[in-house]
């Protein structure tokens, strides 16, 4: 039973990784950038809810709405301010602008909301469901986490495989310039899938804190770091790459934590991360880049 | 249709295209030749807009292009078939046709299925992702690629590169059949014999500038072009 019980927050908790990793995913997929502000965004959201559920009394959905509108107005906003005027510049001056946006954002949220640590209540409450006559007992939260993984998953696969405007996507992440030459507009795309990573980000944020109540301004960080890792580890600008990643890497942790060691949890998981790519550097679903001359 | 007047193109400091003029009449198919090096592509890229000219403009169908965006350029009617295929390798052939017609609004189908009677190879092989297709069935698919969007002039940027001479043959016939069929085309080539062949009229390019222009036959019959061209 307790195997059951880990195996069940294992896949909770990498749901929210693969969750954040499709943002980090999708975007240097399409940007061949890493954006590391990108798990701040996720704290931003986080704040947002708390604010609005907890001193404004609105109802939670309303609450993870708003996060997700204010996170894709930041996520565009920040692409078209810091990234869209490097388009051409070398991938380090990228790297080290979004880096520093993800400290701008961190020290932003420190002077708004102080480094006080909030306690965050769950939104969908603190209920959980008894199976097998009260021995396994399964949070509401981690279920509808997952829920919410597999919803994003299927939508997102129709997405990219469906709309015209996922297939853009996916040509823009191809071939910039010949995606341009039938009438795409790059700068537009790029937009979108800012604004799609970012309001993911924010519903990662709240299921995040909703199981782990500790919000601060670092809430971001190290969630970000570790679904980064989960994006690269499924094969970075990889959709289903990002989940199967995601998911793997809150097992490792969640096993590793239980049966190993708490303390080297983290390390056990950038272990195997750094085992996976020394077998498969592009990751496990990761596309072999064809350079045809 | 199209009037490029004295554009100046420049790579940093490299003065790359200087004061090229050209013109492409309703119904043409004009051809722009020259040696490796010498400007085609970059002549063709700035007409696209994905390069810009420092000077002089370009009009299409009385609408100066120069400073519109590249996806305004194919919105109204002007297509360009890129140098080295470049389809979308991981996407269907089918796919690739779609965002072909991105800037269209309403109904495809019938484009699709034109285009599909033009090159039967790529309904054979509208499932499969584009990177499995051989070089030549590539070349057809970024050709029927351009056309989804109903272009009124198509440029075509070295369609015959790295393909069999039967291949060349099969890619210039469907060239004369789509002007035939009311498409003006712009035509860059190294293969200037094949070019010279079906072309009304052609341009020479010679480092960044047009060195000699006429009819596709005066130029074939110019002993100065067959030597510097079509190897005597």
Known sequence: MTFLSYLISGISLGSVYAIIALGYTMVYGI?????????????????????????????????????MVLCTILGVVIERLAYKPLRSAASLAVLITAIGVSYFLQ??????????????TSVVGNGSVKLFGGQLSISVIAIVTIAACIIIMIALTWFTGMTKMGKAMRACSEDKGAAQLMGISVNFTISVTFAIGSALAAIAGVLLCSAYPTLMPTTGSMPGIKAFTAAVFGGIGSIPGAMIGGILLGLIEIFGKAYISTQ????????????????????LLGKQVHEKV | MLKVDNINVYYGAIHAIKGVSLEVNEGEIVTLIGANGAGKSTVLKTISGLLRSKTGEIIFLDENICSLASH???ERGLAQVPEGRRVFLQMTVQENLEMGAYTRRGNIKGTMEKVYAQFPRLLERRKQVAGTLSGGEQQMLVMGRALMSHPKLLMLDEPSMGLA?????????????????????LLVEQNAQMALSIADRAYVLETGSIAVSGTGRELIESDNIRKAYLGG
Request: with cysteine; charged share 10%.
């Open chain 1, 31 to 67: 940007s061949k950038m890493l954006n590391f502000a990108h798990g701040d965004v996720i704290m931003v959201g986080a704040y947002v809810c708390f604010f609005a559920t907890f001193r404004w009394n609105l109802p939670p959905v309303a609450g993870v709405l708003l996060a």
């Open chain 1, 107 to 120: 020290n932003a949220a420190q002077l708004l909301w102080t480094s006080n640590p909030k306690v965050f």
């Open chain 1, 264 to 283: 080297l949890s983290d390390a056990i998981v950038f272990a195997v991360l750094i085992i996976v790519l020394l077998v498969k550097p592009t990751g």
């Open chain 2, 72 to 74: 305004k350029i194919v």
């Open chain 2, 165 to 185: 001479p039967i291949l060349v043959e099969q890619i210039f016939a469907i060239i004369q059949t789509l002007n035939k069929e009311g498409t003006s085309i």
